[in-house]
């Protein structure tokens, strides 16, 4: 009895002197995040385009690749600011679109768009090793569009304001990369329609005149 009544409080203050070191060990593992960290990052998304018939009659198919780069702001609270560039160019052929549905025209064109976002959001904490994150924002959207053949006004050179909504994951690489991987719906209305593209495509809420549209993305990030 009178061992046990000694062993009890040793096995007690053994228990604690190795939580506290555990403890501490958390803590300042929390608190090793920079107050704001600046966290350059590469961009690649595959979006597919709500103007689906004109971008299949134009280019063959809706879903199409852009590719970019920004920087992202993070705080220790959680918050976080994105820059965002990135463009998308390809070479395809002018189409018509009728009733609903577009036609290419076999004249050769090119058509390139260059967004610029800015985004603001909340990076959740880790679950399992992924730090869940939710934003949205706005952005100016600039496209152009060239053809060898094309008459006056054809030619299309315009910028417009957008919005959109993100929500993904982020897993830490090592100490200095994190790899991000999201989801991103946009809307760019009253682009197309007018001329180009998707000429004689009606009323500015169609979805063949919005340049937006739903995509995964990836990106790498170069911070702690």
């Not at 009890?8 to 203050?13: F, S």
């Not at 608190?31 to 350059?40: E, H, L, S």
């Not at 006056?152 to 991000?180: K, L, Q």
């Not at 340049?211 to 990836?218: K, Q």
Request: aromatic letters at 12%.
């Amino acid at each position: 009895m009178r061992t046990k009544v000694v062993l009890l409080p040793v096995l007690g203050i053994l228990a604690c002197a190795g939580f506290t070191p555990a403890q501490t060990r958390t803590g300042s593992t929390a608190n090793t995040a920079p107050v704001i960290a600046f966290r350059p990052f590469l961009l690649a998304t595959f979006q597919r385009f709500a103007a689906q018939e004109t971008f299949k009659a134009t280019f063959g198919r809706a879903a199409q690749p852009l590719f970019g780069g920004g920087l992202n702001v993070a705080f220790r609270n959680g918050i976080f600011v994105d820059l965002t560039a990135s463009r998308f160019s390809r070479r395809g052929q002018r189409a018509l679109l009728f009733n609903g549905l577009s036609y290419g025209l076999g004249i050769p064109l090119t058509a390139t768009e260059i967004p610029v976002e800015l985004t603001g959001g909340y990076l959740f904490p880790a679950w399992r090793r992924i730090r869940p994150y939710a934003g949205g924002g706005f952005g100016s959207y600039g496209y152009r569009e060239t053809s060898d053949f094309s008459a006056f006004g054809e030619n299309v050179d315009v910028r417009h304001a957008g919005y959109f909504v993100v929500g993904g994951g982020e897993v830490r690489v090592n100490s200095w990369v994190a790899i991000a991987v999201d989801v991103q719906w946009t809307r760019v209305p009253g682009i197309l329609g007018t001329g180009g593209l998707s000429q004689g495509g009606g009323a500015g809420g169609s979805a063949e005149n919005d340049l937006g549209g739903i995509g995964p993305r990836l990106r790498v990030l170069i911070g702690p």
